[in-house]
């Protein structure tokens, strides 16, 4: 186990430290498992975003669904973004958050006609529409509302992102978006759907990716389409590259926004039209840790486990998706390496951060962070085996403060208190 920096995330000393607090000093306070969080390193990404697309007009709608905490929200929005909203719940969070309805964009690939219904109340940028059958109910609401529903198509570009197989969505085989002759199709007769205007273009073909290839790939497809559309007679306003770039959690060496800057401007300089960006995982993956305490130190012939009290149902990737998560300690104590898993007390053994991992021998009531857990951590996060979620906490500069306290067993009960309170269960 080397010891490594993540971010903000580095050693003073023998101390793991977030800018200038010490997260034993946060952990002590508000006990683990706990999400601690760098609002310098949520900046310092998205100031490298903006300024690496600096010479193209664009926008950054940042996809609430890797960190949906109203305060992570409210820094990026503090910061200029607007939202990618996936859901009327995100919606809601973000507007919680002081986000207006037109900073907002809604995607998804099954919305309901309530979330449909919501966005356009709301007066959202624009709509991503995933089928023909999604573009006739948005058609349809936005007609019984007296409105124009402002869409962007999603096209399927057909472009392998070579990311783990459940989270590529650009593959004609996933059931994301158009494809391409079908979305030439649709925006050809786009007087069929009267209540609809056609605004803009779009594509998402993946997350966690580490190459530019697949994204020069992908937007190239997509201007064909964009400039069919625009010979057609339609002028798109906005471009939609979506999300997915990718960050380090182990020795990946995943491309920068300037790298992906130099490699698809040429193409995005053509279009007379608004680039949006709806990163999620670059701007927030590493600006987080789960912060767990050893309960148990387990040792078989030849076996080694470190139980710890933070489990899958806090931090879902290693068991969903196998990926790695560094693990490393809170305080160096020059002890020799032992090769260990790092497991949780859920029942499964799916329930693990770490399997057959050198880490530095541990003691009991240790403290371990599971690095860059800042994106699609507490959002997937589930009370599974009851146990409840844990709280959230954002370090700035030498300060910290607490941004969503650990649940109560009341949360747990919170939706069968009528029938608790009625003694009929
Ligand atoms: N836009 C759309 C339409 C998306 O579906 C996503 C992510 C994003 C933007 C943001 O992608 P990012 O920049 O964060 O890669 N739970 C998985 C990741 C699922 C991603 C879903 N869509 C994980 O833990 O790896």
Same mark, same amino acid.
């Given at each position: 186990?080397?010891?490594?920096?993540?971010?903000?995330?580095?050693?003073?000393?023998?101390?793991?430290?977030?800018?200038?607090?010490?997260?034993?000093?946060?952990?002590?306070?508000?006990?683990?498992? =706990?999400?601690?969080?760098?609002?310098?390193?949520?900046?310092?990404?998205?100031?490298?975003?903006? /300024?690496?697309?600096?010479?193209?007009?664009?926008?950054?709608?940042?996809?609430?669904?890797?960190?949906?905490?109203?305060?992570?929200?409210?820094?990026?929005?503090?910061?200029?973004?607007?939202?990618?909203?996936?859901?009327?719940?995100?919606?809601?969070?973000?507007? /919680?958050?002081?986000? /207006?309805?037109?900073?907002?964009?809604?995607?998804?690939?099954?919305?309901?006609?309530?979330?449909?219904?919501?966005?356009?109340?709301?007066?959202?940028?624009?709509?991503?529409?995933?089928?023909?059958?999604?573009?006739?109910?948005?058609?349809?609401?936005?007609?019984?509302?007296?409105?124009?529903?402002?869409?962007?198509?999603?096209?399927?570009?057909?472009?392998?992102?070579?990311?783990?197989?459940?989270?590529?969505?650009?593959?004609?085989?996933?059931?994301?978006?158009?494809?391409?002759?079908?979305?030439?199709?649709?925006? /050809?007769?786009?007087?069929?759907?009267?209540?609809?205007?056609?605004?803009?273009?779009?594509? *998402?073909?993946?997350?966690?990716?580490?190459?530019?290839?697949?994204?020069?790939?992908? =937007?190239?497809?997509?201007?064909?389409?964009?400039?069919?559309?625009?010979?057609?007679?339609? *002028?798109?306003?906005?471009?939609?590259?979506?999300?997915?770039?990718?960050?380090?959690?182990?020795?990946?060496?995943?491309?920068?926004?300037?790298?992906?800057?130099?490699?698809?401007?040429?193409?995005?300089?053509?279009?007379?039209?608004?680039?949006?960006?709806?990163?999620?995982?670059?701007?927030?993956?590493?600006?987080?840790?789960?912060?767990?305490?050893?309960?148990?130190?387990?040792?078989?012939?030849?076996?080694?486990?470190?139980?710890?009290?933070?489990?899958?149902?806090?931090?879902?990737?290693?068991?969903?998706?196998?990926?790695? *998560?560094?693990?490393?300690?809170?305080?160096?104590?020059?002890?020799?390496?032992?090769?260990?898993?790092?497991?949780?007390? =859920?029942?499964?053994?799916?329930?693990?951060?770490?399997?057959?991992?050198?880490?530095?021998?541990?003691? *009991?009531?240790?403290?371990?962070?599971?690095?860059?857990?800042?994106?699609?951590?507490?959002?997937?996060?589930?009370?599974?085996?009851?146990?409840?979620?844990?709280?959230?906490?954002?370090?700035?500069?030498?300060?910290?403060?607490?941004?969503?306290?650990?649940?109560?067993?009341?949360?747990?009960?919170?939706?069968?208190?009528?029938?608790?309170?009625?003694?009929?269960?």
């Amino acid at each position: 186990m080397t010891p490594d920096s993540y971010g903000d995330f580095h050693y003073r000393g023998k101390k793991l430290f977030c800018g200038d607090v010490c997260i034993e000093d946060i952990a002590h306070q508000f006990g683990t498992p =706990v999400y601690i969080y760098s609002a310098g390193h949520f900046r310092d990404q998205y100031s490298a975003f903006t /300024k690496a697309f600096k010479k193209i007009p664009h926008r950054i709608f940042y996809a609430v669904k890797s960190n949906a905490n109203l305060s992570v929200i409210r820094e990026f929005h503090q910061l200029g973004a607007g939202m990618d909203v996936n859901s009327e719940g995100e919606m809601l969070r973000a507007m /919680k958050a002081g986000v /207006k309805g037109n900073e907002m964009i809604l995607t998804g690939v099954g919305k309901s006609a309530a979330e449909i219904r919501a966005g356009l109340e709301q007066g959202v940028t624009m709509i991503k529409a995933e089928s023909k059958d999604e573009l006739a109910l948005i058609d349809r609401i936005a007609g019984e509302m007296g409105l124009t529903a402002p869409v962007a198509i999603r096209v399927n570009p057909d472009v392998n992102p070579r990311t783990h197989p459940y989270i590529s969505t650009g593959l004609s085989e996933n059931k994301f978006g158009i494809s391409k002759p079908l979305a030439l199709n649709i925006y /050809k007769n786009y007087q069929e759907f009267p209540n609809i205007r056609f605004t803009g273009i779009d594509m *998402h073909i993946g997350s966690q990716i580490t190459a530019t290839a697949p994204f020069k790939e992908a =937007v190239d497809k997509l201007a064909e389409v964009y400039f069919e559309v625009k010979r057609g007679g339609l *002028h798109l306003e906005h471009f939609d590259i979506g999300g997915g770039i990718g960050i380090r959690y182990e020795d990946e060496t995943p491309f920068t926004p300037d790298g992906l800057a130099s490699v698809i401007s040429p193409t995005l300089k053509e279009l007379d039209c608004d680039i949006f960006f709806e990163p999620g995982r670059y701007l927030t993956g590493n600006g987080g840790i789960l912060v767990v305490k050893v309960l148990y130190i387990k040792e078989a012939e030849d076996k080694h486990f470190i139980v710890t009290d933070g489990a899958m149902n806090d931090l879902l990737r290693p068991s969903i998706y196998d990926a790695y *998560h560094h693990v490393q300690p809170l305080t160096l104590r020059d002890q020799p390496e032992v090769v260990t898993d790092v497991v949780g007390p =859920v029942c499964e053994s799916g329930d693990f951060f770490t399997r057959k991992r050198a880490l530095q021998t541990p003691e *009991h009531n240790e403290l371990l962070a599971v690095m860059s857990a800042g994106a699609y951590g507490m959002v997937m996060s589930s009370n599974y085996n009851a146990r409840r979620r844990v709280p959230e906490v954002m370090v700035d500069g030498n300060k910290f403060r607490l941004i969503r306290s650990r649940e109560t067993y009341d949360h747990l009960l919170y939706d069968e208190a009528d029938l608790l309170n009625g003694n009929s269960i």
